[in-house]
């Protein structure tokens, strides 16, 4: 039989676990927020910062967050509150301020990005968007991503398009006029600056019947920027081949320039395998996607190949366009 000191001891200090624990529930998210530099900047004349975050009222799921912006000359604080059901954010990455005074929030979905783009001067979300993966280009001007798809109501044809937002820009001079599917707005900003025909049609969804596959592109690597902000690489596999594609909008990104190569997958092979199943293996392997690619000299890109590929070189060094 239990002795009933110790289980009157179990059961306190189990009360006190639950106080304790109801406690670090409830910390100021300002004082978190103090430790944690994605979830604060500042420039020569705001200082920005996330002081609070609460549960969205009509999910638990979701979550509401105060922004808080401190002018440094006038010395006044204003705070702006963003999330809930029809933004459905979860957590936020990090917080971007630049020198035109414009805010970005980039925040996690369950399976996506937001991006919110913040004026500080006037303490308004100016404009706000879905995305997969989006990418800040070096010279902090442009971001690139991804087209978001809605898990439900999805078009027949759903397919990689790869959009370009400029920070100088207005919020309408980042939207094309719309083709196709319109039922999320939050889905269609940016420019398509890849592929081709959605360049062309100045569309985020075009019908199955206007493509010539309608799983034709699926992006396969991260975004990566030249130096000099001109250029977007990246691999994408379609009619089941790998490509290199080099997309330069130093015209604007309105006006892209696509240039794409075939990647011979199969040259890629280890040498360290028995020869005749590295044969067997070169004429197999048509596609890859990579987990990581990188810059190795102004013409070449490294791409660390997915683990699946086990029978791949750890790092293939790879021409661009």
């Not at 028995?274 to 013409?299: C, F």
Request: proline share 7%.
């Amino acid at each position: 039989m239990r002795d009933c000191k110790n289980f009157n001891g179990d059961r306190n200090h189990a009360f006190v676990l639950r106080v304790v624990y109801g406690c670090l529930l409830f910390v100021p998210m300002k004082a978190l927020a103090a430790n944690d530099p994605n979830t604060s900047a500042s420039n020569s004349t705001y200082n920005a910062e996330i002081v609070k975050e609460e549960k969205a009222k009509d999910s638990c799921k979701l979550t509401v967050f105060t922004l808080e912006i401190t002018d440094k000359t006038k010395h006044e604080v204003a705070h702006v509150t963003f999330g809930g059901i029809g933004e459905r954010i979860r957590s936020i990455k990090k917080l971007y301020l630049f020198e035109n005074n414009k805010l970005v929030v980039h925040g996690n979905l369950e399976r996506a990005d937001i991006i919110y783009v913040v004026d500080c001067e006037t303490d308004n979300v100016v404009d706000m968007f879905w995305c997969y993966d989006p990418v800040l280009s070096p010279s902090k001007r442009f971001w690139v991503y991804e087209k978001f798809y809605a898990p439900h109501e999805m078009p027949a044809a759903r397919t990689t398009v790869v959009l370009v937002y400029d920070m100088r820009k207005a919020p309408a001079e980042n939207r094309v006029p719309v083709v196709g599917y319109t039922a999320w707005p939050k889905e269609q900003v940016g420019f398509p600056i890849y592929p081709e025909p959605y360049v062309k049609a100045r569309a985020y969804v075009l019908r199955e019947e206007q493509l010539q596959n309608p799983n034709w592109y699926n992006l396969s690597s991260p975004f990566l920027w030249s130096p000099d902000a001109n250029d977007v690489v990246f691999l994408c596999n379609h009619q089941k081949q790998t490509y290199m594609v080099r997309v330069n909008i130093s015209a604007g990104i309105d006006k892209p320039k696509i240039f794409e190569a075939p990647v011979n997958v199969g040259s890629f092979v280890k040498a360290s395998l028995p020869e005749e199943y590295r044969k067997r293996e070169a004429d197999r392997l048509h596609t890859v996607s990579a987990t990581e690619i990188y810059w190795d000299g102004k013409d070449h890109v490294i791409a660390k190949p997915n683990k699946v590929y086990y029978t791949l070189q750890d790092k293939i060094r790879i021409p661009v366009p």
